[in-house]
């Protein structure tokens, strides 16, 4: 009876890590409301002063790393030259860390799903090949009428994937009440805006899960275990989702609705991530904007518990976030963040901001960088992010 009680605790325990590692919440948090108890050992300095000058804790340990290292490619141009010379050097830098990109485009195989008018637009349902052995699922929206408009690429983050973006319900049909959740239906924003926009479902998400999370209902994703591979294969998801974007980006090039010249992605929290790593490696990209993403990886990834997908193995040896945006320079980048949100704190995100400030005087372009700060949480807010891209795109 007793083995099967500690059986039974075992199993909780690691299910709940699983958890904790899946859900992109601080871990104090998600340990709070699933009410479990505190650690059984505790090692008292006060009984044993000899244990005082001794480091336990694994946070402290990951920001004492952090703190000895001397990325090798930070940004320090101070002009343009110097700067255009930097770009070709660490761009190459980020794919070689990132895992690579395919040497060649396989077709894309576009199949049109359906089409449904929705009065002021029309939705088409997507798939297309953006590996020879991966396919992705996308709505394109695109306003009456249109022709040689701007286009936006947006990205889904963690949820439900597409139907959080696009204000869909779990069957599909379209949802009543706008606002809901973290992504605010951004896709539908941006066609309300009047762009062609074509909504991505990212992988590990939505359609593009493995069977056990489909099981798991709606809401649950398969980053981790998808994540955790592309790293045995040294790859990275992230690798994985920016060729999907830039994929996407190919595909709206042959529509005769959009000028190529004038194309955005745009991403809240996980699509955040991809939005940025996709405006620093494809020059296609006029405009870049992220949502609750933009911080440092101090701050955020290093400091926070988050999904597996979000670690570039070895990125800090070369670059800090921030860094980034000196590959999307001087092409326009818009950052917002909210006071509010406890997995990319607002504090890490000033700081991140002024340094890419700094990066954007460096290409005499520091009208191309916005950054706005909002008095939400870990959420999409929208309303600079659209005056930016009415402005540039």
């Known amino acids: 009876m007793t083995d099967e009680i500690g059986r039974r605790e075992f199993l909780k325990r690691g299910g709940m890590a699983g958890m904790i590692a899946t859900s992109g919440l601080p871990l104090i948090d998600t340990l709070a409301r699933a009410k479990e108890p505190a650690a059984a050992t505790v090692i008292s300095k006060a009984e044993h002063p000899s244990l005082a000058a001794r480091k336990f804790d694994s946070k402290e340990f990951c920001l004492s ?40 485009r396989a077709p894309l195989n576009v199949e049109i799903l359906e089409s449904v008018d929705f009065g002021t637009y029309t939705r088409e349902k997507i798939v297309f090949d953006t590996r020879h052995n991966l396919s992705a699922l996308g709505y394109l929206l695109v306003p009456k009428n249109a022709r040689s408009l701007p286009a936006v690429v947006c990205l889904s983050g963690h949820g439900r994937g ?45 359609t593009r899960r493995d069977d056990a999370a489909r099981k798991a209902g709606p809401s649950a994703y398969s980053c981790q275990p998808a994540a955790t591979a592309a790293l045995l294969l040294g790859q990275s998801m992230a690798a994985w989702r920016v060729w999907d974007a830039m994929r996407a980006i190919d595909y709206l090039s042959t529509r005769p609705e959009v000028d190529s010249r004038r194309i955005a992605t745009l991403g809240a929290s996980g699509g955040g991530t991809t939005s940025l790593l996709t405006g620093a490696l494809d020059e296609r990209v006029k405009v870049t904007v992220v949502s609750a993403y933009f911080n440092t990886f101090r701050d955020s990834i290093v400091s926070i518990s988050h999904c597996p997908d979000n670690y570039v193995p070895g990125l800090l040896q070369d670059m800090e976030m921030y860094d980034l945006t000196g590959l999307v320079a001087p092409r326009r980048l818009f950052v917002e963040s909210g006071r509010k949100d406890r997995i990319f704190p607002i504090e890490g995100s000033q700081t991140a901001a002024a340094k890419a400030q700094a990066i954007y005087r460096a290409f005499d372009v520091s009208d191309h960088f916005g950054y706005e700060i909002h008095e939400g949480a870990h959420e999409f807010h929208g309303v600079g992010a659209f005056d930016f891209m009415k402005r540039w795109l």
């Open 162 to 206: 597409l139907p959080d973006i696009l204000g869909l319900n779990d069957d599909g049909s379209p949802r009543a009440e706008r606002g809901v959740g973290y992504a605010k239906e951004y896709a539908l924003q941006c066609v309300e805006h009047g762009y062609v926009t074509f909504a991505v479902e990212q992988l590990a998400l939505g």
């Open 65 to 104: 790393e952090y703190d000895a290292l001397k990325p090798s490619m930070s940004f320090s141009a101070t002009d343009v030259n110097s700067a255009t010379a930097w770009q070709r050097r660490a761009r190459q830098k980020l794919i070689d860390r990132l895992g690579g990109f395919p040497s060649t």
